[in-house]
């Protein structure tokens, strides 16, 4: 048998499902948390299937409770009548602590709760929540010229050592 691949990661526990590349450029990232997520069967046999959609996904403290809106599922496809709703609100599994203290910055001016990433950790379907701060217009152009630059640079010590 074959050794199954794991995308980003050397931990072979750990199995990334999707990513949020996007939330990089429009958001600053100013910290990272873990958190479970409450899903049932099928989204779960999903979730390993790789068929999950971050994109204009984002998290929100009600009740002393955190969850995840805008986060797409696909249904099972081997499922029958017993299918999940695709875009249902999923609830985080966090500490109280944790919580309140989300609770407390996102009621700042602009920061908010965004996913990067789902992966499975040890069987366990996991979020990987930021608290991001939106950038302007300007910003992101700002970091595309960096990035831009970064290239730059370094194709051309790629040509000197080739040369």
Do not use: W
Request: hydrophobic share 30%.
């Amino acid at each position: 048998m074959s050794k199954p691949r794991y995308k980003g990661t050397t931990n072979p526990e750990v199995r990334l499902v999707c990513q949020n590349k996007k939330a990089y450029h429009d958001y600053y990232i100013l910290e990272t948390i873990e958190a479970g997520l409450v899903l049932t069967g099928t989204e779960v046999k999903s979730l390993r299937e790789g068929r999950a959609n971050l994109k204009d996904s984002y998290g929100r403290v009600r009740n002393n409770e955190v969850f995840l809106h805008g986060l797409h599922i696909s249904p099972y496809s081997h499922a029958s009548y017993d299918n999940h709703d695709p875009e249902r609100v999923r609830k985080l599994l966090l500490h109280r602590f944790e919580i309140k203290r989300l609770l407390g910055k996102t009621q700042e001016k602009g920061l908010s709760l965004i996913p990067l990433k789902i992966y499975f950790n040890k069987g366990r379907a996991k979020v990987e929540l930021a608290l991001a701060q939106g950038k302007k217009l300007y910003d992101k152009r700002e970091s595309l010229k960096r990035k831009e630059s970064a290239r730059e640079i370094d194709r051309m010590r790629k040509q000197r050592k080739l040369n």
